[in-house]
T-cell receptor
Framework: EDKVVQSPLSLVVHEGDTVTLNCSYE??????LLWYKQEKKAPTFLFML????IEKKSGRLSSILDKKELFSILNITATQTGDSAVYLC???????????FGKGTKLSVKP | ETGVTQTPRHLVMGMTNKKSLKCEQH?????MYWYKQSAKKPLELMFV???????ENNSVPSRFSPECPNSSHLFLHLHTLQPEDSALYLC?????????????FGPGTRLTVT
């Protein structure tokens, strides 16, 4: 059975801290891995990772994929209260391109 | 402003009611999706429509009935729901079905079944 596991499930940090969110997967016919940020309701797209070892970066956020060990990490440096959200990892599977989601990591950044 | 809108944003219904959720995308996309997000569970794909044809139905109970009259609109008709159906229902769209590019999500409908 396909599964995507995120850890930790929740995390509380203070502004300025650096955090690392983890996503491991066991999915047949893997195509790519996506990260989303869900603040209130609608998840918003952050990164798409297809190749191993190539870091994607956007401001203070970065992410990398390891297709051999079947995991990805999302790093956030110098966290701000606006980074508080649920971060979702999803694997794109098969020719249909359907998404298999993890449960998410709830990040709370305290002032 | 999001390119994907959903109405209503909140809905409370009894188990004997019939209601419909509406999704509209203004992005010119060809594929639309319904997801269910329950507390402490991953987002679950329910239905996929590509060019107005249903291409995926993930073993969803028949009390959920989707409808896609055109590529911009997607409905989810609800009848005789159960309390465990209470959840956030998210609609999404993407340029094409089968394309690994990002899906754009709507704000969701928070459904409570009493």
């Amino acid at each position: 059975e396909d599964k995507v596991v995120q850890s930790p499930l929740s995390l509380v940090v203070h502004e300025g801290d650096t955090v690392t969110l983890n996503c491991s997967y066991e999915v047949t016919n893997f195509r790519s891995l996506l990260w989303y940020k869900q603040e209130k309701k609608a998840p918003t797209f952050l990164f798409m990772l297809t190749s191993s070892g190539i870091e994607k970066k956007s401001g203070r956020l970065s992410s990398i994929l390891d297709k051999k060990e079947l995991f990805s990490i999302l790093n956030i440096t110098a966290t701000q209260t606006g980074d508080s959200a649920v971060y979702l990892c999803a694997v794109v599977k098969g020719s249909q391109g359907n998404l298999i989601f993890g449960k998410g990591t709830k990040l709370s950044v305290k002032p | 402003e999001t390119g994907v809108t959903q109405t209503p944003r909140h809905l409370v219904m009894g188990m004997t009611n019939k209601k419909s959720l509406k999704c509209e995308q203004h992005l010119g996309h060809n594929a639309m999706y319904w997801y269910k997000q329950s507390a402490k569970k991953p987002l679950e794909l329910m239905f996929v429509y590509s060019l107005e044809e249903r291409v995926e139905n993930n073993s969803v109970p028949s009390r959920f009935s989707p409808e896609c009259p055109n590529s911009s609109h997607l409905f989810l008709h609800l009848h005789t729901l159960q309390p465990e159906d209470s959840a956030l229902y998210l609609c999404a769209s993407s340029q094409d079905w089968g394309n690994p590019y990002e899906q754009y999500f709507g704000p969701g409908t928070r459904l409570t079944v009493t």
